[in-house]
């Protein structure tokens, strides 16, 4: 089997690839337009740098030669999405080129890395269709591999790692990202144009191996062809569409400047996911699969982990607790938020979001002397607002639980010290 | 004395913007210069702008069909500089359709040419050399690809000033091809002219390829004529050109020859070029979106953008075609590849020139033809009327078109052309020329 895609995902920026308007989600449709990204005559392309930014951090994330110099193209098609009939892309000029992501047991080549900007939405009615340019003009890029992949479960892994490095680049998975797949298990390639999410994309790469394969098996072969996925019947059926790369009629893109990318600060957030990954390993013991497994699909994990251990050792227990509490409440991350989380971690206390709270503030639990009057106090305090709390311990102890939860949570206390106090109080013992 | 500071310190009637509009609405009757003439001016130096730049409210329609009704909801970058400077918009001036033309008879109503109402008044920009023709205070703001400045003004009998691709924000151009068009200006004298593109310069946040100007200033007293094309202008033409560098060497220019060997492709790489830019250009008209509107909603994409097709004239269409051929991946590097490669080498032998003299020729071939002339001509004919205009427009050059003679009542252009940036230089250059070369008029439509 041999599988080659062309993902695309938005950009991270806050306003559009070409103009000023913003690309944050709008209550009203065609709200956030203006002459430039609705194509009007008259109107020209102005390049986002943030976005050039975003995509170079991207590329030196898949290992790709930057391009000093970036240039664009028109690629021309007409569909009613696409307000100046061409779509402003690159190809020749690309951002990046020659890259790669490493897998477990294989290399996945990646042959280029493009900036373009999305079409209008399609809003398909019963019998019409509405269009709503707020989408237009939003910047992607296009990541274009090799057909390395040779199986399902390469495939699977080459994109959870993907996603995993995109995230720590804050670009978004939640954003829609479509994807055309070609696939091959005979001599020819079938592409299955524009496949939305991740689900889908297994999907659509599951159904095509196994019609492939049945087809094959009859002696067969698949023919060379363009398909698309139904997300209902979650099956492919051929498309339509018969562009050909040679209608696109590419051309350079002249309204735009080449545009220099060498002085383009890209920050820390350049180092690599999987050499991070390997160093949080190595300094702490765990394994690098553990490792990556915590940071796929989460840029915060992530940066968490790198933040969080970058003097301190801890063991892996406590690490992988710290990565899901943070994972769960998406805190502020940093080496001392690290050190708080995994000291309440450790203390016994269950991290919600009020101790999240008192982490952000930078309070410790204020276990390390556990002034027994204090916690006895903060208890009294508590049933206070529940009199009838010794009736009902009195016919069923569990009752303390809800207690010490409350106490200690509220006042970041070890779980065990507030039971301790608890009990003595309701039973009436005293030291 | 500019006409600029001439006309505010002129002392106006009252109803002079009214005389003005009445009277210039009388004679476009004939001429048809304008395609819409603006009734709320009251004050300011009247301008008018070329039908393929946006002017806020007013419909920008390129002489197209395909943008009846189409009114940008906002200013070119150089209107709404020049508003800013305190000018009035007049009116939008007729043109051939998106700028395919050198007769300006590409459209519903050709312009016609004040000296012979018969003739021709050039293209594209046709109605902006007949509006600064026609009035004694004016300057239009035009737009040259590969010549539709200079032809127009040439033929009106006017000064057509082409800066270097670049320096005047194209933000609010309907474009042609993107990395040819430059909008310039058609005025009575340089010196207006120099005034207004001092105001016009300058960075632009809405077009990427605009440039900071940075005037190159050299002393030059060469002219240079290129071999290769005095060699194919005809009898008529040639004999007034000679007159005019004798004039001009009677001023203390020194005259040389060159050969430039590649010239003979500027023609069709310039073709080439603008037909990829154009034809992607004209993708974006679908008949759905704003201008010409389609009601037939029954049939399918393909089908309907098919249709919305129809509207174009014939050169558009022609554009397309070719256009669209030249874009494909099989014949890519015969044409579209190769023809920037003779750009980039015609741009390099002529700035050895450049860098120690101004090129000259005429400005076009041939005299303003009859309109049924023009309309006979077959499109290689008429593709080579743009032999002199050309080159410079190809290279992104500045070049100005200057009245130089009158041959049997019709006006004769002279085409000086800069390296880039100097534009201020050729400016001058024409400023010099008319201290002693009077420019006529068959209209003074606006004096006081």
Redesign the interface.
Request: charged share 30%; aromatic share 10%; hydrophobic share 35%.
């Given at each position: 089997m041999k599988i080659g895609l062309e993902v695309h995902v938005a950009l991270p920026t806050r306003s559009k690839l070409f103009c000023s308007c913003s690309t944050a989600d709008a209550d009203q449709p065609n709200t956030n337009v203006c002459?430039?990204c609705?194509?009007?005559?008259?109107?020209?392309?102005?390049?986002n740098g943030e976005a050039v930014r975003i995509a170079k951090s991207v590329c030196i994330a898949l290992g790709c030669v930057v391009n000093g110099s970036i240039s664009f193209v028109?690629k021309?098609y007409?569909?009613?999405d696409l307000?100046?009939?061409?779509q402003i892309t690159q190809i020749d000029g690309a951002i990046g080129r020659d890259g790669k992501i490493k897998l477990e047991n294989t290399e996945i080549r990646i042959r280029r890395v493009q900036i373009e900007e999305d079409p209008a939405k399609l809003i398909r009615e019963d019998r019409?269709s509405l269009i709503d340019f707020n989408r237009s003009g939003t910047p992607l890029v296009e990541i274009v591999t090799e057909p390395d992949i040779k199986s399902e479960k390469e495939l699977k892994e080459f994109l959870y790692v993907l996603w995993s490095i995109l995230y720590y680049l804050g670009v978004d998975i939640d954003k829609e990202i479509k994807t055309d797949l070609n696939i091959s298990l005979g001599s020819n390639r079938v592409e299955v144009k524009n496949v939305t999410g991740i689900k889908n994309l297994l999907d659509a790469a599951a159904y095509e191996a196994s019609r492939q394969a049945s087809l094959l098996s009859r002696g067969n072969e698949p023919v060379k062809e363009t398909r698309r996925y139904d997300e209902r019947s979650q099956r492919t059926e051929p498309s339509r569409e018969k562009e050909s790369?040679?209608?696109?009629?590419?051309?350079?893109?002249?309204?735009?400047?080449d545009y220099d990318t060498s002085k383009i600060k890209t920050g820390d957030i350049e180092a690599d996911v999987r050499k991070t990954a390997k160093s949080i390993a190595s300094r702490n013991g765990l394994d690098y699969d553990t490792i990556m497994q915590l940071v796929a699909f989460d840029r915060h994990s992530l940066s968490l982990l790198n933040h969080g251990l970058n003097s301190t050792a801890y063991d892996p227990s406590t690490i992988l607790n710290v990565v899901e509490a943070g994972k769960r409440f998406r805190s502020s991350v940093n080496e001392k938020s690290f050190s708080l989380i995994a000291e309440y971690i450790k203390a016994g206390v269950q991290i919600d979001k009020e101790i999240m709270e008192r982490i952000r503030k930078g309070l410790k639990p204020d276990y390390k002397t556990p002034d027994k009057l204090k916690i006895r106090e903060f208890i009294s305090k508590e049933l206070e607002n529940d009199p009838d709390i010794l009736k009902r311990y009195r016919k069923n102890p569990k009752v303390i639980d809800f207690i010490v939860d409350t106490v200690s949570r509220k006042y970041g206390l070890p779980q065990k010290s507030v039971a301790e106090e608890a009990k003595k109080i309701l039973t009436g013992e005293d030291d | 004395m500019s006409s600029l500071r001439d006309f505010s310190k002129k002392k106006k009637p009252e109803d002079y913007y009214v005389n003005l509009i009445q009277e210039l609405e009388r004679i476009n009757g004939r001429l048809h210069a304008f395609n819409e003439i603006s009734h709320d001016v009251d004050r300011g130096f009247p301008i008018s702008v070329k039908d393929n730049?946006?002017v806020d409210g007013m419909e920008?329609t390129?002489s197209s069909r395909m943008?009846k009704g189409?009114k940008?909801?906002?200013d070119?970058t150089v209107v709404q500089k020049l508003k800013d400077a305190g000018f009035s918009v007049l009116g939008k001036t007729n043109m051939d359709e998106f700028g395919f033309g050198s007769f300006g008879i590409n459209c519903i109503s050709p312009a016609r040419n004040p000296f012979d109402e018969e003739r021709v008044a050039g293209g594209s920009s046709s109605g902006a050399a007949v509006a600064a023709s026609i009035m004694k205070y004016h300057l239009a703001i035009a737009e040259s690809t590969g010549g539709s400045i200079s032809a127009p003004a040439c033929f009106c009998g006017v000064v057509g000033f082409t800066p270097t691709y670049g320096v005047i924000s194209?933000?609010?151009?309907?474009?042609y091809a993107?990395?040819l068009d430059k909008i310039g200006f058609i005025a009575r004298s340089s010196e207006d002219i120099s005034d207004v593109f001092k105001l016009s310069v300058g960075k632009d946040?809405?077009?990427?390829?605009c440039a900071d100007f940075k005037p190159l200033k050299k002393e030059k007293d060469r002219l240079v004529i290129i071999n290769q094309l005095y060699e194919r202008l005809d009898k008529g033409i040639k004999a007034s050109f000679d007159r005019s560098v004798r004039r001009l060497s009677a001023k203390g220019f020194k005259i040389g020859y060159e050969d430039v060997n590649e010239i003979g492709y500027a023609v069709p790489a310039y073709y080439i070029v603008s037909m990829?830019?154009a034809?992607?250009n004209l993708?974006?008209?679908?008949g759905?979106?704003?201008?010409e509107q389609l009601t037939d909603?029954s049939m399918d994409?393909?089908s309907f953008?098919s249709a919305s097709r129809n509207v174009f004239g014939e050169e558009a269409k022609r554009k397309i075609v070719l256009g669209?051929f030249i874009?494909?991946?099989?014949v890519?590097s015969m044409y579209?590849e190769k023809a920037l490669k003779v750009r980039r080498l015609i741009i390099n032998r002529l700035k050895e020139i450049l860098d120690g003299s101004f090129i000259i020729s005429p400005s076009m071939p041939v005299l303003a033809p009859k309109i049924e002339e023009a309309r006979a001509f077959t499109p290689v004919q008429n593709y080579s009327m743009d032999v002199l205009t050309i080159p410079p427009n190809l290279c992104g050059f500045p070049s100005i078109s200057l009245p130089s003679d009158y041959v049997g009542g019709l006006p004769t252009g002279m085409q000086i052309i800069g390296d880039h940036m100097e534009d201020l230089s050729i400016l001058s250059f024409g400023k010099e020329w008319e201290k002693d070369f009077i420019y006529r008029f068959k209209y003074n439509i606006g004096e006081i």
């Amino acid at each position: 089997m041999k599988i080659g895609l062309e993902v695309h995902v938005a950009l991270p920026t806050r306003s559009k690839l070409f103009c000023s308007c913003s690309t944050a989600d709008a209550d009203q449709p065609n709200t956030n337009v203006c002459p430039t990204c609705m194509g009007l005559p008259g109107s020209k392309p102005y390049l986002n740098g943030e976005a050039v930014r975003i995509a170079k951090s991207v590329c030196i994330a898949l290992g790709c030669v930057v391009n000093g110099s970036i240039s664009f193209v028109r690629k021309t098609y007409f569909y009613p999405d696409l307000p100046k009939s061409y779509q402003i892309t690159q190809i020749d000029g690309a951002i990046g080129r020659d890259g790669k992501i490493k897998l477990e047991n294989t290399e996945i080549r990646i042959r280029r890395v493009q900036i373009e900007e999305d079409p209008a939405k399609l809003i398909r009615e019963d019998r019409y269709s509405l269009i709503d340019f707020n989408r237009s003009g939003t910047p992607l890029v296009e990541i274009v591999t090799e057909p390395d992949i040779k199986s399902e479960k390469e495939l699977k892994e080459f994109l959870y790692v993907l996603w995993s490095i995109l995230y720590y680049l804050g670009v978004d998975i939640d954003k829609e990202i479509k994807t055309d797949l070609n696939i091959s298990l005979g001599s020819n390639r079938v592409e299955v144009k524009n496949v939305t999410g991740i689900k889908n994309l297994l999907d659509a790469a599951a159904y095509e191996a196994s019609r492939q394969a049945s087809l094959l098996s009859r002696g067969n072969e698949p023919v060379k062809e363009t398909r698309r996925y139904d997300e209902r019947s979650q099956r492919t059926e051929p498309s339509r569409e018969k562009e050909s790369e040679e209608e696109y009629g590419y051309i350079y893109e002249t309204d735009l400047e080449d545009y220099d990318t060498s002085k383009i600060k890209t920050g820390d957030i350049e180092a690599d996911v999987r050499k991070t990954a390997k160093s949080i390993a190595s300094r702490n013991g765990l394994d690098y699969d553990t490792i990556m497994q915590l940071v796929a699909f989460d840029r915060h994990s992530l940066s968490l982990l790198n933040h969080g251990l970058n003097s301190t050792a801890y063991d892996p227990s406590t690490i992988l607790n710290v990565v899901e509490a943070g994972k769960r409440f998406r805190s502020s991350v940093n080496e001392k938020s690290f050190s708080l989380i995994a000291e309440y971690i450790k203390a016994g206390v269950q991290i919600d979001k009020e101790i999240m709270e008192r982490i952000r503030k930078g309070l410790k639990p204020d276990y390390k002397t556990p002034d027994k009057l204090k916690i006895r106090e903060f208890i009294s305090k508590e049933l206070e607002n529940d009199p009838d709390i010794l009736k009902r311990y009195r016919k069923n102890p569990k009752v303390i639980d809800f207690i010490v939860d409350t106490v200690s949570r509220k006042y970041g206390l070890p779980q065990k010290s507030v039971a301790e106090e608890a009990k003595k109080i309701l039973t009436g013992e005293d030291d | 004395m500019s006409s600029l500071r001439d006309f505010s310190k002129k002392k106006k009637p009252e109803d002079y913007y009214v005389n003005l509009i009445q009277e210039l609405e009388r004679i476009n009757g004939r001429l048809h210069a304008f395609n819409e003439i603006s009734h709320d001016v009251d004050r300011g130096f009247p301008i008018s702008v070329k039908d393929n730049i946006c002017v806020d409210g007013m419909e920008a329609t390129a002489s197209s069909r395909m943008l009846k009704g189409y009114k940008p909801p906002f200013d070119a970058t150089v209107v709404q500089k020049l508003k800013d400077a305190g000018f009035s918009v007049l009116g939008k001036t007729n043109m051939d359709e998106f700028g395919f033309g050198s007769f300006g008879i590409n459209c519903i109503s050709p312009a016609r040419n004040p000296f012979d109402e018969e003739r021709v008044a050039g293209g594209s920009s046709s109605g902006a050399a007949v509006a600064a023709s026609i009035m004694k205070y004016h300057l239009a703001i035009a737009e040259s690809t590969g010549g539709s400045i200079s032809a127009p003004a040439c033929f009106c009998g006017v000064v057509g000033f082409t800066p270097t691709y670049g320096v005047i924000s194209r933000y609010g151009l309907i474009d042609y091809a993107n990395s040819l068009d430059k909008i310039g200006f058609i005025a009575r004298s340089s010196e207006d002219i120099s005034d207004v593109f001092k105001l016009s310069v300058g960075k632009d946040g809405f077009d990427s390829t605009c440039a900071d100007f940075k005037p190159l200033k050299k002393e030059k007293d060469r002219l240079v004529i290129i071999n290769q094309l005095y060699e194919r202008l005809d009898k008529g033409i040639k004999a007034s050109f000679d007159r005019s560098v004798r004039r001009l060497s009677a001023k203390g220019f020194k005259i040389g020859y060159e050969d430039v060997n590649e010239i003979g492709y500027a023609v069709p790489a310039y073709y080439i070029v603008s037909m990829a830019e154009a034809s992607t250009n004209l993708a974006k008209y679908t008949g759905f979106k704003y201008g010409e509107q389609l009601t037939d909603f029954s049939m399918d994409y393909n089908s309907f953008f098919s249709a919305s097709r129809n509207v174009f004239g014939e050169e558009a269409k022609r554009k397309i075609v070719l256009g669209s051929f030249i874009r494909s991946a099989s014949v890519r590097s015969m044409y579209y590849e190769k023809a920037l490669k003779v750009r980039r080498l015609i741009i390099n032998r002529l700035k050895e020139i450049l860098d120690g003299s101004f090129i000259i020729s005429p400005s076009m071939p041939v005299l303003a033809p009859k309109i049924e002339e023009a309309r006979a001509f077959t499109p290689v004919q008429n593709y080579s009327m743009d032999v002199l205009t050309i080159p410079p427009n190809l290279c992104g050059f500045p070049s100005i078109s200057l009245p130089s003679d009158y041959v049997g009542g019709l006006p004769t252009g002279m085409q000086i052309i800069g390296d880039h940036m100097e534009d201020l230089s050729i400016l001058s250059f024409g400023k010099e020329w008319e201290k002693d070369f009077i420019y006529r008029f068959k209209y003074n439509i606006g004096e006081i």
